[in-house]
Structures are given as structure tokens and as C-alpha cells.
């Protein structure tokens, strides 16, 4: 098993820029997440899905959304990139206990 | 809502005991988790303990939690460079989406 994926590990962006940050699991987890990790702060949870084809907020979705079409697959988007949004994003995925982690996007706004 | 605090800084001498500690809100908590994250890396879960207990050990981790103080602890002993690591505190109080409240981690560096 690869575990959870994400892709790409380093991205810069432009300001007012979109893109998407993929995350995919092959643990066949129901659960999935999405979390942003800025200095200090901790891990803050963005969006998360308890099954394709249903989503919902965390604590800090303005900015930012996200589909689950399939049970593998969590992509996260931003629309309008803005510097705060610099951060690590990291997406994680759970059976029901434990989640596991992917290595994380490195996103840089400028 | 929720809230978990830790402290974020630690130095311990290589061959001591290391003790990162953790503060919660939810009295209603289920699960509390230890998570690893070791440089440019994803967390890892270290270790957990149910609510309804009061300690944990596994190897060189113990798990202290102080329900009343909402006080969770976890203690390394014989500490080694390889635990050189940011350690997070993560609380669970709803069950059914698996969501967790982190702190906002501890960064535990080894002095040789």
C-alpha cells in the first residue's frame, strides 16, 4: 500500500491564482480529511468527507473546496489564492481511529 | 469549541525522561491521541488512551491523563535523538466523523 498521497510537495502561486492540491488513499478509509499547518499553530481542519459523495466544513473552509467523487480520492481547490493561504496542507485519511497522514503540499503565496 | 493547548518548546538531555504536556477543553472527549511528526513529514499516531482510563504505557511512552484537570501527559523515557520530533496533542469528542481537535504541537529537541 501506498498509503495517502499528495501531490504536488511544492507549489508557488501568484496571488488571485487557482489550482488543486490532490490527495489519494488506497486503504479503501471512508473518512478523509483536509488540514492546514501554519507555524505555531498547530493543525487546523479545512474540509472533511465521511464517504464519496459527501463533504463538510471544518473549522477554517472560507477559501477553499473540495469534491469527493470517488472513495479514493480528495482533491482540495483554491479559487483565488491570497497570501494567507501560505501554508502546509496536509491530507489524511481514517478507517474510524487512526488517521493517517500524507507528506504534505508545501504552498507558497505571493 | 474545542481547544487543546501545549507548550512549544522542550529540551531534554539525551538518556532523560522527556514529559510533554497537554491541556483540553471538551469535557466530553472520547479518544486522546499522541501524534509524531518528524521533520518534513506527515504526523504519525505515537500512541492513544480512552477516556475512561487513566494511564498507558507502551514501551518507553507513558500516557498520564488527569481527567478532571482535562490534563493529558506523555513521558518518554531513556529519550533519544531519533524522538527529536514536534509532538501533537489531538482530543476526539464526536464519534461517528472521526474529527480531531490538534494543540498546537511541542518540539522536543535532544541535547547530547
Known amino acids: 500500500n501506498a498509503g495517502v498521497t499528495q501531490t504536488p510537495k511544492f507549489r508557488i502561486l501568484k496571488i488571485g491564482q487557482s489550482m488543486t492540491l490532490q490527495c489519494t488513499q488506497d486503504?479503501?478509509?471512508?473518512?478523509m480529511y483536509w488540514y492546514r499547518q501554519d507555524p505555531g499553530m498547530g493543525l487546523k481542519l479545512i474540509y472533511y468527507?465521511?464517504?464519496?459523495?459527501?463533504?463538510d466544513k471544518g473549522e477554517v473552509p472560507n477559501g477553499y473546496n473540495v469534491s469527493r467523487s470517488t472513495t479514493e480520492d480528495f482533491p482540495l481547490r483554491l479559487e483565488l489564492a491570497a497570501p494567507s493561504q501560505t501554508s502546509v496542507y496536509f491530507c489524511?485519511?481514517?478507517?474510524?481511529?487512526?488517521?493517517?497522514f500524507g507528506p504534505g503540499t508545501r504552498l507558497t503565496v505571493t | 469549541g474545542e481547544d487543546v493547548e501545549q507548550s512549544l518548546f522542550l529540551s531534554v538531555r539525551e538518556g532523560d525522561s522527556s514529559v510533554i504536556n497537554c491541556t483540553y477543553t471538551d469535557s466530553s472527549s472520547t479518544y486522546l491521541y499522541w501524534y509524531k511528526q518528524e521533520p518534513g513529514a506527515g504526523l504519525q499516531l505515537l500512541t492513544y488512551?480512552?477516556?475512561?482510563?487513566d494511564m498507558k504505557q507502551d514501551q518507553r511512552l507513558t500516557v498520564l491523563l488527569n481527567k478532571k484537570d482535562k490534563h493529558l501527559s506523555l513521558r518518554i523515557a531513556d529519550t533519544q535523538t531519533g524522538d527529536s520530533a514536534i509532538y501533537f496533542c489531538a482530543e476526539q469528542s464526536n464519534f461517528g466523523n472521526e474529527k480531531l481537535t490538534f494543540g498546537t504541537g511541542t518540539r522536543l529537541t535532544i541535547i547530547p
Open positions: 489524511a485519511s481514517s478507517a474510524g481511529f487512526e488517521q493517517y
Open positions: 486503504m479503501n478509509h471512508n473518512y
Open positions: 488512551i480512552f477516556s475512561n482510563m
Open positions: 468527507s465521511v464517504g464519496a459523495g459527501i463533504t
